[in-house]
């Protein structure tokens, strides 16, 4: 039995903010679980997106790329933006309860008009969906948005949830990444932690976090070790590791998902690392602490 079940007022109020904000906005909205599982009532989904999920094998991609883009929000604290499958906009904010992951609030379905603006897909996986007429002839009803109003939009859902949540202390809508302590002064550190932090999700380098403080990367390996007392590599394997446990602990995602959703392209080399910092496997962490 999932949470929502659980406490029928929790997802009363969370039905509450989806309906208020579809209605403010004209966006499709929906809550969703952990596996991308819609448990909400669907508000305002568009023709296309109906269709596409009354297709099963359509419907599971529809899924699959809900999950995914909710891990990405949760792990960065901030709204996800992102393609689906179909290639529609989508919108992603975690919901955490008791500090603990249940679900997504996803809104979107829309076509983002500004063509400086570059929306990464959540999943590459290819589809046929466009050899079904009637599918094709619903895209072309998608509505047209632009990326103002999906930040203004992300802002208003903010409001929405502080206001149906504000005598629910431990049930918020998570926007914002909570900070880690560094135990630095130097301005140049803390800038590059803040980069680490911020893109904790890929592969990141000595190189390009050198680049962006303008330093080499030999001085800024030298200044690293001496203010954290911690290799460069070594840092950003134990902050992707800590992303990694509270992941397998608090979502049933894959070890395989988990490592590529934290950069590492090789699901046994992150297996390796995580090992090396934990004195256990992802499967054995996992099993130790899930329940």
């Known amino acids: 039995m999932d949470k929502y079940s659980t406490n029928g007022e929790k997802k009363k109020t969370i039905n509450n903010i989806i309906e208020d904000f579809s209605l403010a906005t004209s ?50 604290g901030n709204a996800s933006i992102y393609r689906c499958h179909a290639g529609l906009t989508d919108i992603s904010l975690p919901i955490i309860t008791e500090n603990q ?32 007429l009637e599918l094709c002839k619903a895209r072309e009803k ?27 202390a431990r049930e918020k809508i998570k926007f914002t990444a909570k900070k880690k302590t560094v135990n630095s002064n130097h301005e140049s550190i803390q800038k590059v932690t803040n980069y680490i932090e911020k893109n904790i999700t890929r592969k990141i380098t000595l190189n390009e976090v050198a680049d962006h403080v303008y330093f080499s990367p030999h001085y800024l390996s030298k200044l690293f070790k001496k203010e954290l007392g911690s290799n460069f590599i070594s840092y950003v394997n134990e902050q992707k590791m800590k992303q990694a446990q509270a992941l397998l602990i608090e979502t049933n995602f894959t070890i ?18 995580f090992h090396d910092i934990t004195n256990d496997t992802p499967t054995q962490f996992r099993n130790k602490y899930k329940n």
Not at 37 to 62: A, D
Not at 158 to 165: F, K, L, N, P, R
Not at 256 to 269: D, K, V
Request: glycine fraction near 6%.
């Open 101 to 132: 992951l249940t679900g997504f609030i996803l809104f979107g379905q829309v076509e983002v008009i500004d063509n400086e603006i570059s929306i990464h897909p959540i999943d590459t996986e290819n589809t046929d969906w466009t050899k079904n």
């Open 27 to 76: 966006f499709s909205a929906v809550l969703c679980d952990i596996q991308g599982k819609e448990v909400s009532s669907t508000f305002n989904f568009s023709s296309f997106c109906q269709l596409m999920r009354k297709n099963p094998k359509f419907h599971e991609l529809c899924r699959k790329c809900d999950k995914f883009g909710g891990l990405e929000a949760y792990k960065t």
């Open 142 to 168: 998608i509505p047209q948005v632009s990326i103002e109003k999906v930040h203004s939009s992300i802002s208003l859902l903010q409001t929405i949830g502080e206001y149906y949540s504000k005598d629910e």
């Open 256 to 273: 395989e998902q988990i490592a590529r959703n934290l950069g590492y392209s090789q699901t046994s080399y992150f297996c390796k690392i």
